[in-house]
């Protein structure tokens, strides 16, 4: 008797802790699940339902497809779509291979390894507006220095900013500018594989890029796959850049015309908040099909530690 009232003495103790963490739990998670729920939840929300309105002085009307309608029939939508599905399709790859690269560099790197980490950092902290003028100024034709140094070694360089077939080629290479975040992400994945199986591939095969290829690579799939994820939502979703670029008409010849920049003007610069949202709507919708058919093709080439294959 006296142990079984000891045990169920146990057994209570336990549980009440059990309770008093899932409290503390729930009292720290609270704030940030609010916070949540007031500028992430609720905004989707309303924009799902501007998207079926028409948004006036007077007030809100039904507007039923009307919105959905007018997207299909606008050529800025098709226009900036193409863009923008052009624009994620090169510069996410080049930004890995990059960043990728320089996470290499960083990891052999012993010496000054946190002062490099530093710099790459650097241009990330520096505003997007900033950042795109100062690269305006740099390959503006006559008065930027690429040009002039790409002239001195005998090359024709580009109208940056005013030839449609490079304005946004110029656009990627500004998108470029701030790597520290996918560096580092990078070389985090990069420190967590183990020496000794480095050092177990260098020693079967003295080609470099053979256990770079079959053993560091499929380590750090996981790694690849959350920045390919991230780049791929942000190259949709770039604006400043473009807008610094190219105004709200996208100049030259709407080559730098992207899918952010449609939405504010339309929401900003014609009012027209309804077809602002049913833009808004179909940019998430088309994320959300990219990202989720990512996840499901992951399956195939990303390893995790642990999971049997």
């Not at 010496?111 to 520096?126: E, H, I, K, N, S």
């Not at 959300?288 to 195939?300: C, H």
């Amino acid at each position: 008797m006296a142990a079984d009232s000891a045990s169920g003495q146990a057994l209570r103790r336990r549980r009440g802790a059990s309770r008093a963490e899932a409290r503390a739990g729930f009292l720290f998670a609270g704030p940030w699940m609010v916070a949540l729920a007031l500028f992430t939840l609720v905004p989707l929300v309303l924009t799902f339902a501007l998207a079926f309105a028409k948004v006036q002085i007077a007030g809100i009307q039904w507007a039923g497809t009307a919105n959905y309608e007018a997207l299909w029939a606008d050529p800025a939508f098709w226009t900036s779509a193409r863009n923008s599905l052009l624009f994620a399709a090169v510069s996410v790859p080049i930004k890995l291979a990059l960043a990728l690269g320089l996470a290499l560099l960083l990891s052999r790197a012993s010496a000054l390894a946190g002062f490099y980490r530093t710099v790459l950092y650097l241009p990330f902290l520096m505003p997007l507006v900033a950042g795109s003028i100062v690269w305006t100024l740099l390959l503006t034709p006559g008065a930027g220095p690429v040009n002039a140094i790409l002239g001195g070694l005998g090359l024709d360089p580009p109208d940056w900013l005013r030839d449609p077939r490079a304005a946004l080629w110029t656009l990627v290479i500004i998108s470029l500018w701030p790597l520290g975040v996918e560096t580092l992400v990078f070389l985090g994945g990069l420190q967590a594989v183990p020496k000794d199986v480095t050092e177990a591939a260098s020693l079967d095969s003295p080609v470099a890029w053979h256990g770079l290829l079959w053993i560091t690579l499929p380590l750090i799939t996981p790694v690849i796959l959350f920045n390919l994820v991230i780049g791929i939502i942000a190259s949709f979703q770039i604006f400043i850049q473009a807008l610094v670029i190219g105004g709200t008409t996208g100049t030259p010849a709407e080559s730098t015309l992207m899918y952010m920049v449609v939405i504010y003007r339309a929401a900003f610069r014609y009012y027209n908040l309804g077809y602002a949202a049913a833009l808004a709507t179909v940019l998430f919708a088309g994320v959300l099909l990219v990202t989720l058919l990512i996840f499901r093709t992951a399956r195939s080439w990303v390893h995790y530690e642990g999971r049997a294959q």
